[in-house]
């Protein structure tokens, strides 16, 4: 009969063994994404001039999210034939000014 030490091991080994598993699965799906993102930059960036290359650059730097979300418009935009010809910096200003938010401005009057 085990004892309670041997137990307790097992148990522990049993939970690090599993841990470790979820760490790899997770590393391959972070991997996967990963792959996914690369190859919509690849067909997206063909569709950039050289002006709106470089400020979808500097956004990535910045704000990795929006840059994101920007890549995914665009890609979609692709597949459906949305988009002839190449995007230049000012329709991707546009496209940049339209995803974000318009803060609502406050006002304070003292009295």
Do not use: C
């Not at 990795?64 to 034939?81: D, H, M, N, P, S």
């Not at 496209?95 to 401005?105: D, N, V």
């Amino acid at each position: 009969m085990p004892t309670l030490d041997e137990i307790r091991k097992k148990k522990l080994e049993e939970l690090m063994r599993l841990q470790q598993e979820k760490l790899q699965q997770q590393a391959q799906e972070q991997a996967q994404i990963q792959q996914q993102i690369e190859a919509m930059e690849n067909i997206v960036r063909q569709f950039f001039t050289k002006e709106a290359l470089a400020r979808y650059g500097n956004l990535k730097v910045a704000h990795r999210e929006k840059a994101l979300q920007l890549l995914v418009v665009l890609f979609q935009a692709i597949q459906k034939g949305q988009v002839q010809g190449k995007i230049d910096d000012s329709t991707l200003k546009k496209l940049l000014g339209q995803m974000t938010p318009r803060k609502k401005e406050i006002k304070i009057k003292r009295v």
